[in-house]
């Protein structure tokens, strides 16, 4: 007995079978994925907030003070995810807390937020000029290019 099978069959096993392997594909690159400050970063000064926020999110959940204050960024705005300033400042508060310790140890850009922070008197830290003076000054000692400008 021979089996025979028409052209449309053969077409839709050929389809089928090329998105079984897309789908196999992509997932096997999902368990690759790395979520990585520098990508968020870039995701999401270029407007790409999808990828922003798939970065940040794992990054904030460890507590990396980047990932919180971004993700807190898409929050203000809604970009990427829903707009909750309540939210948003819970995750600023934290994105500060998570600061000191990267500032202590020569974050440039964790000093150049702490200082922002106690300039203003925001994200859950009281208004402290001489403190925020003290991270700017490190920031710039560490080169950090905004505090060069200024």
């Not at 995701?43 to 507590?63: N, V």
């Not at 960024?73 to 995750?91: C, N, R």
């Amino acid at each position: 007995m021979t089996l025979r099978y028409d052209s449309a069959f053969i077409k839709a096993l050929l389809v089928a079978t090329c998105l079984l392997l897309a789908v196999s594909g992509s997932a096997h690159a999902d368990d690759d994925f790395k979520p990585d400050v520098d990508k968020a970063l870039e995701a999401f000064t270029s407007d790409q907030h999808e990828l922003a926020y798939r970065h940040a999110k794992p990054l904030a959940e460890d507590g990396d003070w980047m990932g919180l204050h971004l993700l807190a960024m898409m929050h203000v705005f809604g970009h990427g995810v829903d707009q909750d300033k309540d939210y948003a400042v819970e995750l600023f508060e934290r994105s500060v807390e998570a600061m000191h310790e990267p500032a202590a140890a020569g974050d440039a850009g964790a000093q150049y937020h702490l200082g922002v922070a106690y300039h203003f008197g925001n994200h859950g830290v009281e208004k402290d000029p001489e403190l925020a003076q003290y991270w700017f000054d490190k920031a710039a000692e560490a080169g950090y290019e905004l505090m060069e400008e200024q």
